[in-house]
Structures are given as structure tokens and as C-alpha cells.
């Protein structure tokens, strides 16, 4: 495995959301408002079209046009990780591509949906990826929403294919893999947290940081979170932790990322709450409840500010 920087690709990375106006059309300026807030507010990293992103939604197109919006926003300030992967090795080539003149810094790449490759295939797919770029890659494991594992042995073929693999994001309700991760890859090996009720336990055993949606409306609380774990401070991670447990539990109210759409169109981080077919915005019930959330996690109602 490479070597990588030590605080590079460690802390808090957001996935950040894709704004989308009336009419259907990205809403690049509200796009624009949500990277920099999350910036300014002590992220250590972020991620672009993530799962909360909409990425099915979006065209290749798009895809890289955020990107390119991201990271002349960041201007050097934090790292950037694109995450680049789709249904098909080719479509995955042309984000990667784009992520990569773009400027990214890292990819993170999505096990391919409904099709459910067999395990040699996937490491083949995984080996090639990393062999057309110089940049650290990730593997985004998400076998709820994606419909397939990594196994121990495929990710031990991948990483001695293709030493530029250099970790995870891990959103399975599992902490065992994590730690077997850890214990046969070393240290060195990131691992993300992509579920929010996992993010102290796991940051406790090794993982080097957070994924999480929660992290677009609280992104300084998950930044403080990942620092008291890493300075072993686990009074204070723990006292975070319980603070987040209701807005972390709020996500999944709806199917992601509705709530936290919904949620940002309140505190004014978004102009419109609207999402592309099929997904939908909050219903009646679930707004309210949502509003109830808010109000507990003292997070303040306001309206997107147009710029001159």
C-alpha cells in the first residue's frame, strides 16, 4: 500500500448533497453554499457524490460538473474525495477521469449495483480501476443499497494487485469487519464510517473517520467528534456521540437523503427542498418530526441568502 500523509484522508469527510431548483436542473449556487459551509465549519475533508449526493439521478455529466464546483470552492483548503463509481467499468472510467483533471485528491469507488459480480470478478474491477489513475482509491461498501459484499480474500487480492487501494468506507452495520480490516491491513488502512450510530464505536477500534450525512448540518460537531477519539479523549467523543444520537437517528425517518434535504432547506444551506424522481421530498409527518429534531439539536432556521 502507498504511503500516505498522516492526517491525509483521516477526520471528518461529509458527503455533500446535490441542490436541485424547480424546474429540475442542478442548483450549482446552492451546491456551491453547502461545500463552503461545510468547510468553514471544520470539516477535515469532503466527499462529492456520495450516496447522499443523488448520484443515480445525475448524469455523467453532472457528476463531474460537481466536482469541477467543489473543488473551486475548497481552493486547496481541505481534500477533496470524488467518489466515482457506477454500474458499469466504463462509466466509472469516464467520472474517475473527470475527478481526476478535475483535481481531486482521492477516489472512492462504489461496488457496482444490480448486477451482483461474482467476488473474482469484483477484484478485477477494483484492480483496473486503480491501475488508470495515480490517485489513492477507496472502495465504498454499501451491501444494502448495492446488493454485494467484499470478502477478507477479495479485498487481499485487490490490495496486492494495486497499491494505491488504501481503505474503505464501510456502511454495514458490521464492526467486526472493521476490525479484521485493520488487524490484517495495518493502521494505515482508512477506514470510513458510512453509518452514523457506528461512528464512535468505530472510530474507537481504528477507523479513521466519518462519512456521514449528518455531517452537511453538523459538520463541526463530527470534526470534533473525530478529534477527541484521535487524541484519545473518549469523555468527550462519547459526550458528542449521545448529542448526535436523535439527528443521527433522523436520517433514516425517510430514505436518504430526504430528511437532511429537508433539514437544509430549513437552516437556509439550500434554496429549494427538491429531489428527481423517484425520490421525493419529506411527506407531512415526517416534516414535522423533523422539525421537533431541529429545534432539539439547536439548529437554526434561516433562508439562503442571494448573492449580489
Known amino acids: 500500500?502507498?504511503?500516505?500523509?498522516?492526517?491525509?484522508?483521516?477526520?471528518?469527510?461529509?458527503?455533500?448533497?446535490?441542490?436541485?431548483?424547480?424546474?429540475?436542473?442542478?442548483?450549482?449556487?446552492?451546491?456551491?453554499?453547502?461545500?463552503?459551509f461545510s468547510i468553514r465549519n471544520g470539516s477535515h475533508g469532503l466527499l462529492i457524490s456520495g450516496t447522499?449526493?443523488?448520484?443515480?439521478?445525475?448524469?455523467?455529466?453532472?457528476?463531474?460538473?460537481?466536482?469541477?464546483?467543489?473543488?473551486?470552492?475548497?481552493?486547496?483548503?481541505?481534500?477533496?474525495v470524488c467518489a466515482t463509481g457506477s454500474q458499469s467499468e466504463a462509466e466509472t472510467q469516464v467520472l474517475s477521469d473527470g475527478a481526476e483533471k478535475a483535481g481531486a485528491d482521492a477516489?472512492?469507488?462504489?461496488?457496482?449495483?444490480?448486477?451482483?459480480?461474482?467476488?473474482?470478478?469484483?477484484?478485477?474491477?477494483?484492480?483496473?480501476?486503480?491501475?488508470?489513475?495515480?490517485?489513492?482509491?477507496?472502495?465504498?461498501?454499501?451491501?444494502?443499497?448495492?446488493?454485494?459484499?467484499?470478502?477478507?480474500?477479495?479485498?487481499k487480492e485487490i490490495t496486492a494487485?494495486?497499491?494505491?487501494?488504501?481503505?474503505?468506507?464501510?456502511?454495514?452495520?458490521?464492526?467486526?469487519?472493521?476490525?479484521?480490516m485493520i488487524k490484517e491491513f495495518g493502521p494505515e488502512w482508512r477506514v470510513f464510517v458510512g453509518l452514523e450510530d457506528l461512528s464512535f464505536p468505530m472510530l474507537c477500534v481504528g477507523?479513521?473517520?466519518?462519512?456521514?450525512?449528518?455531517?452537511?448540518?453538523?459538520?463541526?460537531?463530527?470534526?470534533?467528534m473525530?478529534?477527541?477519539?484521535?487524541?484519545?479523549?473518549l469523555k468527550r467523543a462519547k459526550k458528542l456521540h449521545y448529542e448526535l444520537t436523535e439527528l443521527n437517528e433522523s436520517v433514516f425517518f425517510d430514505t436518504n437523503p430526504i430528511p437532511i434535504k429537508y433539514m437544509m432547506w430549513r437552516m437556509g444551506l439550500i434554496a429549494k427542498?427538491?429531489?428527481?424522481?423517484?425520490?421525493?421530498?419529506?411527506g407531512a409527518e415526517v416534516a414535522k418530526r423533523l422539525d421537533g429534531v431541529m429545534k432539539r439539536a439547536g439548529l437554526k432556521r434561516g433562508k439562503l441568502k442571494k448573492k449580489k
Not at 108 to 125: D, F, H, M, N, S
Not at 147 to 153: F, K, Q, R, Y
Not at 168 to 177: C, I, P, Q, R, Y
Not at 273 to 282: D, E, S, T
Open 273 to 282: 427542498n427538491n429531489h428527481r424522481l423517484p425520490m421525493a421530498p419529506a
Open 107 to 155: 477516489l472512492l469507488v462504489v461496488t457496482p449495483y444490480y448486477i451482483r459480480p461474482p467476488q473474482r470478478g469484483l477484484a478485477k474491477y477494483y484492480i483496473n480501476v486503480c491501475k488508470r489513475t495515480d490517485l489513492p482509491v477507496m472502495i465504498y461498501h454499501i451491501p444494502g443499497r448495492t446488493a454485494i459484499n467484499v470478502t477478507m480474500d477479495t479485498l
Open 1 to 36: 500500500m502507498i504511503k500516505l500523509k498522516k492526517n491525509f484522508l483521516r477526520g471528518s469527510y461529509p458527503p455533500i448533497i446535490t441542490p436541485f431548483k424547480s424546474n429540475g436542473a442542478v442548483d450549482y449556487d446552492s451546491f456551491r453554499n453547502c461545500v463552503d
Open 226 to 233: 473525530c478529534e477527541a477519539v484521535d487524541a484519545s479523549d
Open 52 to 80: 447522499t449526493s443523488e448520484p443515480s439521478t445525475l448524469t455523467l455529466d453532472e457528476r463531474i460538473q460537481l466536482y469541477k464546483e467543489a473543488i473551486d470552492v475548497n481552493k486547496g483548503r481541505i481534500p477533496m
Open 207 to 224: 477507523a479513521c473517520g466519518l462519512m456521514n450525512a449528518v455531517g452537511n448540518l453538523q459538520p463541526k460537531k463530527l470534526s470534533q
Open 161 to 180: 494487485a494495486a497499491p494505491n487501494m488504501v481503505g474503505m468506507k464501510h456502511a454495514v452495520n458490521d464492526l467486526g469487519f472493521c476490525t479484521h
